[in-house]
């Protein structure tokens, strides 16, 4: 196998972004920069929630007796301990969305939360992606920062890593042949930013051109961000931006 890690931070050194692999695994996690009111239970950053996350997320998968949902749950877990004797984590802390791979035997199993997305590069030439859309779902329907937020991890809202977790048990699992892949690529939606916001790709050649060198990639996806005016700009102009590709 290759593994190539590229990982931009919209402001130099606050990297929210975290990404890495031990052994047969791989994760991206994307912290969720929501705004600081509905974290003010905890004093932790965001950056810290998701490394800590993902450092403690690598470790619980190398368990093959655990189900990626159940490694999930233990991380999870893990970190709520870390804090929770400090933090008030009822009144919101920090939280991630999860993208992750390991390689089982034959099959790559699979696991998303969130808008991380998985984009699986498939030897006869096809591009699935794999996003959990539940947040988008939430912000169509919902006015105001408040009403979205009160769907964070709440039945019929949507799902992010953070200190429950039940919210493992909302993840999209699932598992694919070897056989049938060249590569995938974990991505947060800095990346995937380049389909829906920016349009200089569709999926499928995002996937490609990942594939070749994610640098390109990025360096266009920045380029649009600053030309971005009017209506189209996001609330973010730029956002942190990693990929994590695989080739099998």
Sequence with gaps: MHITLLSDPAVPGADEDAAGV?????????????????????????????????????????DSSLALTGALARAIDEVRVL???????SAGGPSATVAMVRRAGQDLEHLVLCDASLLLERRDGRVTRITDRR??????????????????????GFW?????????????????PLADL????????????????????DDASLARALSEDPGPVLAGIRRAETALAGERAPRKRHDDATVLSWRL
């Design 182 to 201: 060249s590569a995938v690529h974990l991505v947060s939606d800095g990346i995937t930013r380049a389909v829906e916001l920016l349009g200089l790709h």
């Design 22 to 62: 031990l052994g047969e695994v791989a994760v991206v996690l994307d912290g969720a920069g929501v705004p600081a009111r509905f974290r003010h239970g905890c004093h932790h950053s965001v950056a810290w929630y998701s490394h800590a996350l993902a450092a403690r997320l690598l470790v619980a998968a190398q």
């Design 135 to 156: 947040i988008e779902d939430v912000v169509r329907q919902e006015r105001g920062a408040e009403a979205i937020e009160a769907r964070r991890n709440a039945p019929g």
């Design 83 to 89: 804090h929770e004797d400090e933090c008030d984590l």
């Design 160 to 176: 992010v890593a953070r200190h429950e977790p039940e919210a493992a048990g909302e993840a999209l699992a699932g598992r694919t």
